[in-house]
């Protein structure tokens, strides 16, 4: 256990349909991060956290993507009217800063699938 | 593209043989650091090296880091049935994200 969060662990939904994950990062890290996994590939940057202020946001992202950490804490990622292609396992991480010195840390992952 | 390049693609090799993984990228970085995931599960953190490092070591774990060439190497020695697992490269250009390559993944048999 890294004590990166994700919950649920697991998600069927329906295509069409609204989707919420979380993401409970290690207490004292300012930085966020979420990921996205296909089955063979490695994770893709989605967007990143420095506390509340979200500083970068992938191409990936498309406007049916939000994500927010209103408090600097906890991180949601949001998918509008999902579609067969957003099934995927999203990977949060959180690291102290993002400096040379720091190391993230992957949560367990969040596994979506949309039928 | 900023992500790292992990070669080879897939390895499998015997219990007790030592494993070793590239990752090529292509500019300068700020650090580079090594993951594993087991099928299904996420990444679990092997070892960061910074750029001003040349050589780690965790364990039976030894990461390598040539600037010059834009490459560093992970080396498993006496492998073990219960590293099979697809590993990672993740690399930070500057103090923002990290990136990742397609990964390589091991097979060790027992």
């Known amino acids: 256990d890294t004590g990166v969060s994700q919950d649920p662990r697991h998600k069927i939904t329906k295509r069409g349909q609204n989707v919420t994950f979380r993401c409970d990062p290690i207490?004292?890290?300012?930085?966020l991060y979420w990921y996205r996994q296909t089955l063979g590939q490695g994770p893709e940057f989605l967007t990143y956290?420095?506390?509340?202020?979200?500083?970068?946001k992938s191409r990936l992202l498309s406007d049916r993507f939000s994500a927010e950490r209103p408090k600097g804490s906890f991180s949601t990622l949001e998918i509008q009217r999902t579609e067969q292609g957003d099934s995927a396992m999203y990977l949060c991480a959180s690291s102290r800063g993002g400096g040379a010195y720091t190391e993230a840390f992957f949560g367990q992952g969040t596994r979506l699938t949309v039928v | 593209s900023q992500q790292g390049e992990e070669d080879p693609q897939a390895l499998s090799i015997q219990e007790g043989e030592n494993a070793t993984m590239n990752c090529s990228y292509k500019?300068?970085?700020?650090?580079l650091q090594w993951y594993r995931q087991n099928s299904g599960r996420g990444l679990v953190h092997l070892i960061l090296i910074r750029s001003n490092e040349r050589e780690k070591h965790s364990g039976r774990l030894r990461v390598t880091l040539d600037t010059s060439k834009k490459s560093s190497s992970l080396l498993i020695t006496a492998s073990r049935a219960a590293d099979t697992a697809s590993y990672f490269c993740?690399?930070?250009?500057?103090?923002?994200?990290?990136?990742f390559g397609a990964g390589t993944r091991l097979t060790v048999k027992p």
């Open positions: 993740a690399i930070r250009y500057n103090n923002n994200d990290m990136r």
């Open positions: 956290f420095q506390n509340e202020a979200q500083l970068e």
């Open positions: 207490s004292e890290h300012n930085r």
């Open positions: 500019t300068s970085i700020n650090n």
